[in-house]
């Protein structure tokens, strides 16, 4: 079983984002494998335990996101690739993936739903398409049964079960698999797991970013007094606008 994982590099989705000359201020800030991705990568190391086989990790990224690369590798995956550009846009990013995976014959590729930073969950489905393998997001489920995988996805008013014969494309979210926590072993082990940098292939993103603007801040909150069920409704006619 070769099964591919494609991480994200993204801040802390604790971090408190600020903006400086249009783009994301770093300063200060705390980055984390995408928590989407996360699942994505806890569900690949459990098949390769119970089925055996390897777990590549794959990032496209500058220098500065192997931390994340190595902390995958320290959670439980065999090698690493790290595609040495900036993740300009969805399809830029779809493209750096396919180029690697196209001659390495995995039987899965597997990533978040989307990333926490751009959310456009566009990267699963551009990848099974370039790829021309089936496309299933968001996968909550997902177990293997020989050549066959049976998932469950998350749809409008319930759930959906799927079989897809190998290879496939899965975008995850939980309740796929529990986060691991990388412990001692393991991140001793990261640090001797090979990492391999590739130069991206020369294709050009199809996105342009005008500006970045933060939501405006939340407005001060009103208490009402259980009991005065009137100034409750004058309020959310006159001030709140939703009766």
Not at 13 to 41: H, R
Request: charged share 25%.
């Amino acid at each position: 079983m070769k099964i591919l994982v494609c991480i994200s590099h993204v801040p802390d989705t604790t971090t408190k984002i600020k903006f400086a000359d249009n783009k994301l201020d770093t300063n200060g800030v705390q980055f984390i494998i995408g928590p989407y991705d996360d699942f994505a990568l806890a569900r690949a190391v459990e098949i390769k335990e119970a089925t055996g086989g390897t777990v590549t990790v794959l990032n496209v990224g500058e220098a500065d996101t192997e931390p994340s690369i190595r902390k995958a590798l320290a959670i439980g995956a065999d090698n690493a690739v790290r595609v040495n550009a900036a993740p300009i846009d969805s399809l830029f990013v779809a493209q750096q993936i396919v180029e690697h995976a196209k001659s390495e014959n995995y039987d899965m590729i597997l990533m978040g739903r989307e990333s926490s930073d751009y959310n456009s969950g566009l990267v699963h489905g551009l990848v099974g398409e370039l790829m021309g393998w089936p496309s299933i997001a968001p996968a909550m489920k997902l177990e293997v049964d020989g050549t066959t995988a049976k998932l469950s996805r998350e749809i409008e008013g319930g759930h959906e079960d799927v079989e897809v014969a190998m290879p496939f494309v899965a975008g995850c979210q939980e309740p796929i698999a529990e986060w691991k926590i990388p412990n001692m072993r393991g991140i001793m082990m990261a640090r001797k797991k090979p990492l391999q940098v590739v130069e991206p292939v020369g294709v050009e993103g199809v996105t342009s970013y005008k500006s970045f603007e933060l939501p405006e801040a939340k407005a001060e909150c009103k208490m009402v007094d259980a009991g005065q069920m009137d100034e409750l409704v004058g309020l959310l006619k006159n001030e709140a606008r939703v009766l």
